[in-house]
């Protein structure tokens, strides 16, 4: 996700000056005005936006050229034919295409399984005093 080292700490610098931020605004009570609350809503979700797109790119590997074939191969007819000629594209032209659709199709297959396990209450244990923003029960 980061393009240099100094992205990173730029990203780091931020969540630590929020941090800093937010313990000083529990101290003063300022965490329950509006604004506070909605700036942190907004940290928060970004933070697990970032955090599942980063799983769902990392619980899919890359493909290897035998399951890019059989991709293609299954695929030929809805995706890659000439429309006007009607002769299909080689698999070395459509390669990347063919590449992102089949990431494309994986990640999907791992977003379902992901959210159907949150459905289960057996298998998703939540953490209270986090979810309500540091309030203990």
Same mark, same amino acid.
């Given at each position: +996700?980061?393009?240099?080292? #100094? !992205?990173?700490?730029?990203? &780091? =610098?931020?969540? *630590? ?10 101290? *003063?009570?300022?965490? @329950?005005?509006?604004? +506070?609350? /909605? #700036?942190?809503?907004?940290? /928060?979700?970004? +933070?697990?936006? /970032? ?9 899919? /590997? ?17 995706? +890659?034919?000439?429309?006007?000629t009607g002769e299909p594209f080689s698999l070395e032209s459509s390669k990347g295409t063919v590449r992102a659709l089949w990431l494309?199709? =994986? !990640?999907?297959?791992? @977003?379902?399984?992901? &959210?159907?396990?949150? @459905?289960?209450?057996? =298998?998703?244990?939540?953490? !209270? ?9």
């Amino acid at each position: +996700f980061y393009e240099s080292v #100094q !992205q990173m700490l730029l990203e &780091f =610098k931020t969540i *630590l000056l929020r941090d800093i931020a937010w313990n000083k605004a529990l101290a *003063l009570g300022l965490d @329950k005005g509006y604004g +506070f609350i /909605k #700036q942190y809503n907004g940290v /928060k979700n970004s +933070f697990l936006q /970032k955090e599942y797109l980063k799983f769902l790119v990392e619980s899919v /590997k890359e493909p290897v050229d035998e399951e890019l074939e059989a991709y293609y191969l299954s695929h030929l007819g809805e995706f +890659f034919v000439n429309k006007e000629t009607g002769e299909p594209f080689s698999l070395e032209s459509s390669k990347g295409t063919v590449r992102a659709l089949w990431l494309q199709e =994986k !990640q999907d297959e791992v @977003k379902a399984v992901f &959210f159907d396990s949150l @459905k289960n209450p057996e =298998k998703v244990i939540i953490n !209270q005093v986090w979810l309500r923003e540091g309030e203990k029960n």
